[in-house]
C-alpha cells in the first residue's frame, strides 16, 4: 500500500529535498547541453531561442516557464503551485551556473560519456524532486490541464508536446543529435528506475529525522509533528 505525506507534513525537510533534486536535475541538463550531441526537447527550443534571440539557455527556461504557468492557470482558473513557481525559477538559474562551469570534451567518447550521464542524473533529479511531493514542474502541470481539457490519454498529450517543442526548437536552431533520441528513449525508463529508490531514501530520511525530534521533545507534546510514520509510503 503506498505512503503518502499530509499536506503540511514534515514542510522543510521536503522543500529542502524537492530543491535538491531540482539542482540536481539542472547539473544533469548542462551535462547533456554541453556534451553537444543533441539535447533534450525543451532544451532544444531555449537553446534555439538562445540562438535567435540572445539570453541565456536558464534566462529562456523561466521566461518560457512563466508563459506555461500563465496559461496552465488560465485553463484551470487556479492559482499557480508554489512547487511550479521555485522549479521554473531554480531550474533556469542553476541551468546557467552549471553551463559556467561545465567544458565540452574533445573526444566523442568522452562527449557520449557525459551525454548518457546526464540523461541519468537527470532521472534521479527527477526522482529526488518528484518523491517530496512538493508540486509538479511546469512543464508537468501544463501536460495535466490539457490532458483534463482533451481527455487523452498523459502519453498522447506528453507526446504531441514534446514532438511540437522539439520541432520548433529544430527550426529556430536547437540542437538535435543523438543525444535528443537517447533522452527520449530512454527517460522515461530511468525515472521509473530511478524514482522508486528516491521516494524509499526520502521517507526513510524525513521518517529518521521526525523520529528523532519526538524522541528528543518528548515531554514537549505541543511541539512534536503533526505527521506520524505510519502516513508515509
Avoid at 503506498?2 to 547539473?27: C, K, P, T
Wanted: hydrophobic residues 50%.
Amino acid at each position: 500500500m503506498e505512503r503518502r505525506f499530509a499536506r503540511n507534513e514534515h514542510l522543510l525537510q521536503r522543500w529542502l529535498i524537492f530543491m535538491m533534486g531540482l539542482v540536481i536535475m539542472s547539473f544533469g541538463i548542462a551535462l547533456m547541453i554541453k556534451a553537444e550531441l543533441g539535447s533534450a526537447p525543451w532544451d532544444v527550443l531555449h537553446i534555439g531561442l538562445q540562438h535567435q534571440f540572445g539570453l541565456t539557455v536558464g534566462s529562456w527556461s523561466i521566461i518560457i516557464g512563466i508563459v506555461i504557468i500563465g496559461s496552465t492557470a488560465l485553463m484551470r482558473r487556479e492559482l499557480p503551485q508554489a512547487g511550479g513557481i521555485v522549479n521554473m525559477f531554480l531550474v533556469g538559474i542553476f541551468i546557467d551556473i552549471f553551463l559556467l562551469l561545465l567544458s565540452t570534451p574533445d573526444s566523442f567518447i568522452m562527449k557520449l560519456i557525459m551525454l548518457v550521464s546526464g540523461i541519468l542524473v537527470i532521472g534521479y533529479g527527477i526522482g529526488t524532486y518528484i518523491a517530496p511531493e512538493c508540486g509538479a514542474g511546469p512543464r508537468d502541470s501544463l501536460m495535466l490541464a490539457l490532458q483534463e481539457k482533451t481527455g487523452w490519454k498523459v502519453s498522447r498529450v506528453r507526446g504531441i508536446m514534446e514532438i511540437g517543442v522539439l520541432l520548433i526548437g529544430w527550426l529556430l536552431g536547437g540542437p538535435v543529435f543523438i543525444g535528443t533520441i537517447l533522452f527520449c528513449a530512454g527517460i522515461g525508463q530511468v525515472v521509473g528506475f530511478a524514482l522508486p529508490q528516491c521516494q524509499k531514501i526520502v521517507y526513510r530520511l524525513i521518517e529518521r529525522g521526525g523520529r528523532h525530534e519526538n524522541i528528543n521533545q518528548r515531554t514537549l507534546r505541543s511541539n512534536h509533528y503533526d505527521g506520524s510514520s505510519k502516513e508515509i509510503r
